[in-house]
């Protein structure tokens, strides 16, 4: 089992940033894979960006590519998501995921083991 926390979400203006943090206990964190999902109000969660169990791998959605990204520190067992040239349609609940299994890309809701419980990113325009 592994508990993951998130925090970091707020109001910001668009075209500002934000940093997420998602700390992790339980398990032992560097064996996991850990990505950032969103829900929209009235949507579906989606998937935003994911990391390697070292960090030497990452993947995003194409809608965050080149505004947004994932880091890791596994010595502190947290995961960041540094958001920049943030847009109102940013605007939802992030949640941090890990996935523990071997050869599941962690890029979908159905590839996550565990959750977080999310925190609310709000942009205004």
């Known amino acids: 089992q592994v508990q993951l926390v998130e925090s970091g979400g707020g109001l910001v203006q668009a075209g500002g940033s934000l940093r997420l943090s998602c700390t992790a206990s339980g398990r032992t964190f560097s064996n996991c894979q850990v990505g950032w999902f969103r829900q929209a109000p009235g949507k579906e969660r989606e998937f935003v960006a994911a990391?390697?169990?070292?960090?030497?791998?990452?993947n995003y959605a194409d809608s965050v590519k080149g505004r947004f990204t994932i880091s890791r520190d596994n010595a502190k067992n947290t995961v960041y998501l540094q958001m920049n040239s943030l847009k109102p349609e940013d605007t939802a609940v992030y949640y941090c995921?890990?996935?523990?299994?071997?050869?599941?890309?962690?890029?979908?809701?159905?590839?996550?083991?565990?959750w977080g419980k999310g925190t609310l990113v709000t942009v205004s325009s």
């Open positions: 990391t390697s169990q070292s960090g030497g791998s990452t």
């Open positions: 995921g890990a996935s523990y299994r071997v050869g599941v890309l962690l890029r979908t809701t159905a590839a996550v083991q565990y």
